[in-house]
C-alpha cells in the first residue's frame, strides 16, 4: 500500500518562505516520479512542479523562479521550497505519484494521479 504523507504547511506573511515535505512509503522511491499540486477554494487542482528519479524537474509558469524541488532518495522524501509567496499561492498542497514511472512532463499535464497524499494547506496573508 503506498502512502504519501505531506508536512511544512501554515500560515506566512506575502513575500516569506515555506517548505513542504512529502515522505512515501509502500513501494521503492527513487524510480518514480514525485508531484506536487494546490487547489485553491473554489479552484480546480492544479499542477505546481514535478521531478524525476535523476533530479530532473518541470514547474508551472506561475511558480518559476520562486519554487524549488527536490528530492531525498534516501529518505524517501520529496520536498517543495516556496519562496516569495504571494497570497495567490494560497491553497491545499498535495503530492502524487503514480503506479508507473512516468515523465515530469506527463506528470504536469493531467490531475489523475494514482496516489495522493492528504494535503497541507497553505496560508499567505498580504
Known amino acids: 500500500q503506498v502512502q504519501l504523507v505531506e508536512s511544512g504547511g501554515g500560515s506566512v506573511q506575502a513575500g516569506g518562505s515555506l517548505r513542504l515535505s512529502c515522505t512515501a512509503s509502500g513501494r521503492t522511491f527513487s524510480i518514480y516520479t514525485m508531484g506536487w499540486f494546490r487547489q485553491a477554494p473554489g479552484k480546480e487542482r492544479e499542477f505546481v512542479a514535478a521531478i524525476n528519479w535523476g533530479g530532473g524537474s518541470t514547474y508551472a509558469d506561475s511558480v518559476k523562479g520562486r519554487f524549488t524541488i527536490s528530492r531525498d532518495n534516501a529518505k524517501n522524501t520529496v520536498y517543495l521550497q516556496m519562496n516569495s509567496l504571494k497570497s495567490e499561492d494560497t491553497a491545499v498542497y498535495y503530492c502524487?505519484?503514480?503506479?508507473?514511472?512516468?515523465?515530469?512532463?506527463?506528470?504536469?499535464?493531467?490531475?489523475?494521479?494514482?496516489?495522493w497524499g492528504q494535503g497541507t494547506q497553505v496560508t499567505v496573508s498580504s
Open positions: 502524487a505519484s503514480d503506479r508507473q514511472p512516468t515523465t515530469t512532463r506527463a506528470m504536469s499535464v493531467t490531475n489523475e494521479h494514482d496516489y
